[in-house]
């Protein structure tokens, strides 16, 4: 005789299966196999399920409510808004000393900030509330962000004031020698970068609090650091690549934007995403690279063969 119970994942005798068309006989048959399935079990193994569906229930029951998530908005005006992502709705109107330029929020949540004029508001986000401001000497803040360990770079005008959110007081501050147009934070900390008028990019050491480096991308509007230390440029409609500790932009890995893509702003999500980047960039060189020897050779005069090289 067949025995059906084998999909219960231990053979033991029953009864063969019943007929479809009696129903109470069917159920009565599947109980008596479950509870044959239990006792060749032993009652210790039932109890453990018990004790953790209780507890799974138990957990369930006083788990609080995850913080609703909000996005901070400046709106150019003394007002700062917050808009619940989950509704789409804006939730509250914080008044605020001035035009808000710029947000910014913590690596790990819980506190925002709004840079207006001179002065930097800490915003409770779960709250909605201000928690308390800070006004810096010098140029109005046009852009605030806030670095992976937690500390805050203010773009005033030539400089950049490093300021510490634990008292949101001045730390120190960065020349850069030029007016600066987009600030960007590394993915590493004490890692970050600007873009300068001139078509000009600075490195900057955040803990040596100066300015390392300063290379000549023209037309630069954008840039990110990633994880390995390479800044990536937006500058007329191609991305370009400063690697890491150099003081000259790459002529190798070059990728062409497509037209109309907007290049203002730039973000470095991920290592492995800027690897394919730049390893789309280093084929595309590869492809290059051959044709153009190719022709300085031909403009030389000289007849040698050609051979495959990469970057």
């Known amino acids: ?38 006792r060749s079990h032993g009652p210790s193994r039932c109890r453990r399920w018990l ?7 138990a957990a369930l029951a006083c788990a609080q409510p995850a913080s609703a998530r909000a996005l901070l908005v400046a709106t150019g005006t003394p ?16 008044p605020m000393p001035g035009p808000v330029r710029s947000v910014a929020a913590r690596p790990f949540g819980g506190r925002g900030y709004a840079a207006a004029g001179n002065s930097i ?37 030539d400089r950049v004031t490093l300021v510490s959110a634990a008292s949101l007081a001045s730390a120190g501050t960065i020349a ?10 590394g993915r590493r900390a004490g890692q970050a970068a600007v873009v300068l008028t001139g078509g000009r990019v600075g490195i900057l050491g955040l803990d040596e609090r100066r300015l390392l480096r300063v290379v000549r991308v023209p037309g630069a509007r954008g840039v ?14 191609s991305l370009r690549l400063i690697p890491a500790g150099s003081r000259k ?24 995403v800027d690897d394919r980047a730049a390893g789309g960039a280093r084929q595309r060189a590869d492809r290059q690279a051959p044709v153009a020897r190719r022709q300085r050779d031909r403009a030389a005069g000289a007849a040698r063969q050609l051979e495959p090289h990469g970057l």
């Open 249 to 272: 932009v790459s002529k190798t890995v070059r990728l062409e934007l497509p037209r109309g893509a907007g290049a203002e702003a730039l973000h470095a999500a991920g290592r492995r």
């Open 224 to 237: 990110a650091i990633d994880g390995g230390g390479r800044a990536w440029v937006t500058a007329k409609r």
């Open 176 to 185: 850069l020698g030029r007016s600066g147009r987009q600030l960007a934070a």
């Open 79 to 94: 007002e700062l808004w917050l808009v619940e992502l989950s509704t789409n709705a804006v939730v509250a109107q914080l």
């Open 51 to 57: 004790a953790l569906a209780g507890a799974l229930a």
């Open 1 to 38: 005789m067949l025995d059906h119970s084998a999909v219960y994942g231990r053979p033991t005798r029953c009864a063969p299966p019943p007929a479809r068309g009696n129903r109470d006989l069917r159920a009565a048959t599947v109980l008596k196999m479950w509870r044959m399935r239990s």
């Open 121 to 157: 508001v800490e915003i409770d986000i779960d709250g909605r509330t201000e928690t308390r401001r800070a006004t810096l000497a010098g140029a109005p803040i046009s852009q605030l962000v806030t670095a992976r360990d937690g500390r805050l770079m203010a773009l005033q005008g």
